[in-house]
């Protein structure tokens, strides 16, 4: 076989050595483990960090020190004795073991001493020093232990402790009703004084009985439409006046204004003399009583019909019936008062009106009502001002849903709606006979099974789709027991003190009786003389 020429061999490969790969591979390895490691420092770092930074925050905030945290605190070991301490001496003392109660305080004095030495000279407590409070207060502690003030223990008795304040409570709760129910239907001595000495003088003075009688100008007034007519059924003589005298003072035309009270046999005359001697910037003012009202008898009024009977005589006079599961407000005479029911009457009061505006005696008028004549009611009867805007204020508030024929006949999210300011259109309740839609109503609650209190729910169900709401600034309520906003009290028309704390007694609410006080003529003698002021 012939060989390749020199110039055309292959070159020779030189072998690298196995030892040099060995190391390469190695510092490489080395290199990768140096860098895996560096990052982890340049990671750690920030999160150990922020870490220490959160626990000093926490340190700051709980003003608590190294030496507290150590697992050797003698600071914490105290600090913890005595909250438990504190705790001990409440439940002994709730369960009047009042001698243990001061052995516990006064070795938390003592413990809190030591602690309050340590912080004054800023160096921890020692063990020394320390062991005789530990020991001490950990004979005490074990102690309470031993009598049974444990958790589930005080438990049961914080339970019927809570239960025994609340039948207290409700006790308390149930004669501060009575008695505040007792004050609002009190009668001040100033004004059983003014009506005493009105009567006297109305039956002393005969030119006084002798100058109404020739007022024929008036009688004319009092059939007039194209005047101004309000009516209140009252026998506060105070009230009234003030009524009627706020409404003449923010009147634009006073001279149009007329007002038909109606009272009762005892007040009569001394209402009389009173709107007699008094003059209200030309208003004009008609006072009856209602036992002249010869249609007024138990055949055709349901509630003189249930007054004669002896169980609902019984449940409102005797207190005797229910065994007093009623509450006391429900159970007051004042709500079968014809005083109180004439509002289902007033076309009979007043034949020969069109229109009029009822107003209650508890209220006070400071704007011009002169509008309330020119508005539309659309048909309606009733003008009022709907109170739903709190939730509270709908018809299931007032009536008793469970009874079929209330279930049947009204919806119970039906927006209720304010006596105290009415408007009447007169025309259209003969038309729909109202009065006849009150008497059906009335005799079915013959058993107090559709409502219990008041006029109010019969109203409501009397004036069911025949109601157009006014604006809420007519008729501003809550005066005699709440808070009214501000600028509700600056906008209302009339001021209403529904509730128990009228104006004129002691229990009314002080910042709102200015309002009513700037009606009444307090330099008046016979005022100064039944010691009003």
Same mark, same amino acid.
């Given at each position: 076989m012939r060989r390749r020429g020199a110039d055309f061999r292959r070159p020779v490969r030189r072998r690298v050595p196995g030892v040099f790969w060995w190391a390469l591979c190695c510092a490489v390895v080395l290199l990768f483990l140096y860098i895996l490691t560096k990052g982890n420092q340049i990671v750690s770092r920030p999160f150990l960090s922020k870490r220490t930074y959160k626990n000093n925050r926490i340190m700051e905030g709980l003003n608590i020190t190294e030496e507290m945290l150590s697992p050797n605190s003698v600071t914490r070991q105290l600090n913890d004795q005595i909250s438990l301490a504190k705790a001990f001496v409440v439940i002994a003392k709730e369960s009047n073991n009042l001698q243990f109660a001061w052995e516990l305080s006064a070795q938390i004095h003592n413990s809190q001493i030591l602690l309050s030495n340590a912080a004054t000279r800023r160096a921890p407590l020692t063990t020394m020093e320390s062991d005789s409070a530990i020991h001490d207060m950990a004979l005490l502690l074990y102690q309470a232990q031993q009598l049974h003030y444990d958790s589930a223990t005080m438990i049961m008795r914080f339970k019927a402790k809570i239960q025994a304040l609340e039948e207290q409570m409700n006790s308390v709760s149930e004669k501060s009703s009575k008695y505040g129910q007792i004050a609002a239907e009190e009668v001040p001595k100033s004004l059983y004084c003014l009506g005493v000495r @009105?009567?006297?003088?109305?039956?002393?003075?005969?030119?006084?009985?002798?100058? @109404?009688?020739?007022?024929?100008?008036?009688?004319?007034?009092?059939?007039?439409?194209?005047?101004?007519?309000?009516?209140?059924?009252?026998?506060?003589?105070?009230?009234?006046?003030?009524?009627?005298n706020s409404t003449a003072i923010n009147s634009k035309n006073p001279d149009m204004i007329v007002f038909h009270l109606v009272t009762d046999e005892i007040n009569y005359a001394a209402m009389k003399a009173w709107f007699a001697i008094?003059?209200?910037?030309?208003?004009?003012?008609?006072?009856?009583k209602f036992e002249d009202f010869t249609w007024l008898n138990a055949s055709y009024v349901p509630v003189l019909k249930q007054l004669q009977d002896s169980e609902v005589q019984n449940y409102y006079f005797s207190g005797n019936s229910d065994d007093s599961r009623t509450p006391i407000k429900f159970r007051n005479p004042k709500y079968l008062s014809m005083l109180n029911h004439l509002r289902f009457y007033i076309p009979e009061v007043f034949p020969a009106l069109k229109k009029v505006v009822f107003l209650d005696d508890d209220v006070v008028?400071?704007?011009? @009502?002169?509008?309330?004549?020119?508005?539309? @009611?659309?048909?309606?009867?009733?003008?009022?001002?709907?109170?739903?805007?709190?939730?509270?204020?709908?018809?299931h508030k007032y009536l008793n849903y469970s009874h079929p024929l209330i279930r049947s006949h009204f919806d119970p999210d039906a927006c209720g709606w304010a006596f105290g300011m009415n408007v009447f259109d007169l025309v259209q309740w003969r038309k729909k006979n109202v009065t006849g839609i009150y008497h059906y109503w009335q005799e079915k609650n013959v058993d107090r099974t559709l409502w219990k209190l008041g006029t109010l729910p019969p109203g409501l169900l009397t004036f069911y789709g025949l109601t157009e709401p006014l604006d809420p600034s007519w008729h501003v309520l809550g005066f005699g027991y709440t808070n009214v906003d501000a600028q509700l009290v600056k906008r209302g028309a009339v001021l209403h003190f529904n509730g128990n704390s009228k104006p004129w007694l002691k229990i009314g609410i002080e910042k709102y009786k200015p309002l009513w006080e700037k009606y009444v003529e307090y330099s008046h003698p016979l005022l100064q003389h039944c010691n009003f002021h």
């Open positions: @009105l009567t006297t003088e109305w039956f002393k003075n005969l030119n006084m009985q002798k100058k @109404l009688k020739d007022r024929r100008q008036v009688e004319m007034k009092l059939k007039d439409t194209n005047l101004y007519h309000f009516c209140i059924f009252s026998d506060n003589i105070l009230a009234t006046s003030v009524v009627v008094n003059d209200f910037r030309g208003v004009t003012v008609e006072v009856q008028v400071q704007k011009d @009502l002169s509008d309330l004549f020119s508005i539309d @009611l659309n048909g309606n009867v009733n003008g009022a001002v709907e109170t739903c805007m709190e939730t509270f204020h709908r018809y």
